[in-house]
């Protein structure tokens, strides 16, 4: 099978790579990302390429001929995307049409990267089927990327997630867990909310999640996250625990204290129950999964 990986230079989309790459006579991996290939491996076909320019995207994907696309491509910083709207859309959106009008123009199945941030975080606990009600320009974005996927009459694959973490080679950005770490091991307090709910997702869950879905071709929206709905305040308290550091570093702080551009949901996590029956992928709790995360990273 053809895979394309948009994406590919970022944490979901080189792990994703590394996973497919467990069996080559399986998978033939393309990756497509801007800027030169950060992952430590030449054994895939690495694409330098802007996804948002529509003719360029579609030359490429033409010279492939991929039998299924994962489109891990995205702009995920919260505040970022408030203050660069444009921007956003035109990756979180905008390449998301053109994807989705190649995939129909030739058969082909589309894995589309979505998120808990489409939620407004009223309730907790969210089901595939409950309403969605953003409160930020990035959840808006999600929203309407994942409304175009649907609408575009192809077969696809959408999988919802929160908070992911883990750690590959020249990440361009870091996550709650790596930053914790870091700067627990450097000594330095920190301040973290402890209003704010989520259920963390390992990298290494999701791009399972990913293969899944490329294999069964399985179609519609799916919750992939851990299983433990956690404040991030608890959450930086367990990366303490785990990494064997200080926990009287960490300090709570409300969300109104943090002042913040974009507005966060305060309580999301997912029903999972959907995910264990049509794609039988059990989640772990996070601090089962910072346990592995622990052995791969020291």
Same mark, same amino acid.
């Given at each position: 099978?053809?895979?394309?990986?948009?994406?590919?230079?970022?944490?979901?989309?080189q792990?994703?790579?590394?996973?497919?790459?467990?069996?080559?006579?399986?998978?033939? *991996?393309?990756?497509? !990302?801007?800027?030169?290939?950060?992952?430590? &491996?030449?054994?895939? /076909? @690495?694409? $330098?390429?802007?996804?948002?320019?529509?003719?360029?995207?579609?030359?490429?994907?033409?010279?492939?001929?991929?039998?299924?696309?994962?489109?891990?491509?995205?702009?995920?910083?919260?505040?970022?995307?408030?203050?660069?709207?444009?921007?956003?859309?035109?990756?979180?959106?905008?390449?998301?049409e053109?994807l989705?009008?190649?995939?129909?123009?030739?058969?082909?199945?589309?894995?589309?990267?979505?998120?808990?941030f489409?939620?407004?975080?009223?309730?907790?606990?969210?089901?595939?089927?409950?309403?969605?009600?953003?409160?930020?320009?990035?959840?808006?974005?999600?929203?309407?990327?994942?409304? *175009?996927?649907?609408? !575009?009459?192809?077969?696809?694959?959408?999988? &919802?997630?929160?908070? /992911? @973490?883990? $750690?590959?080679?020249?990440?361009?950005?870091?996550?709650?867990?790596l930053?914790?770490?870091?700067?627990?091991?450097?000594?330095?307090?920190?301040?973290?909310?402890?209003?704010?709910?989520?259920?963390?997702?390992?990298?290494?869950?999701?791009?399972?999640?990913?293969?899944?879905s490329?294999?069964?071709?399985?179609?519609?929206?799916?919750?992939?996250?851990?299983?433990?709905?956690?404040?991030?305040?608890?959450?930086?308290?367990?990366?303490?625990?785990?990494?064997?550091?200080?926990?009287?570093?960490?300090?709570?702080?409300?969300?109104?204290?943090?002042?913040?551009?974009?507005?966060?949901?305060?309580?999301?996590?997912?029903?999972?129950?959907?995910?264990?029956?049509?794609?039988?992928f059990?989640?772990?709790?996070?601090?089962?999964?910072l346990?592995?995360?622990?052995?791969?990273?020291?």
């Open positions: 099978m053809k895979i394309v990986v948009t994406g590919s230079n970022g944490l979901l989309g792990t994703l790579v590394n996973l497919l790459k467990k069996q080559p006579e399986k998978y033939q *991996v393309f990756g497509l !990302s801007r800027g030169a290939n950060r992952s430590c &491996r030449n054994d895939f /076909v @690495y694409h $330098n390429i802007d996804i948002t320019q529509k003719g360029l995207l579609t030359a490429c994907l033409q010279e492939i001929q991929p039998d299924c696309i994962v489109n891990t491509a995205a702009m995920t910083n919260v505040d970022a995307c408030e203050e660069y709207k444009e921007e956003c859309n035109r990756l979180n959106i905008t390449a998301v053109s989705s009008e190649f995939c129909k123009a030739h058969g082909i199945h589309l894995i589309h990267i979505s998120t808990d489409i939620f407004d975080g009223a309730q907790g606990y969210y089901k595939e089927t409950d309403p969605p009600n953003p409160l930020s320009h990035y959840g808006h974005s999600k929203l309407k990327s994942e409304e *175009v996927v649907v609408n !575009s009459n192809i077969s696809y694959t959408i999988l &919802r997630t929160i908070l /992911v @973490y883990g $750690n590959v080679p020249n990440l361009g950005r870091s996550n709650i867990v930053w914790v770490r870091e700067m627990l091991k450097e000594g330095k307090e920190i301040t973290i909310v402890n209003d704010q709910y989520r259920m963390p997702t390992y990298v290494e869950d999701l791009a399972v999640a990913c293969q899944i490329i294999d069964k071709k399985v179609k519609g929206i799916f919750n992939i996250s851990s299983n433990t709905l956690l404040t991030i305040y608890e959450i930086a308290q367990q990366v303490a625990e785990v990494f064997e550091l200080d926990q009287q570093l960490i300090k709570p702080i409300s969300t109104a204290q943090l002042n913040q551009r974009a507005a966060r949901p305060p309580k999301t996590g997912f029903d999972l129950s959907k995910t264990n029956k049509e794609l039988q059990f989640p772990k709790s996070f601090q089962e999964d346990q592995r995360f622990k052995e791969t990273c020291g």
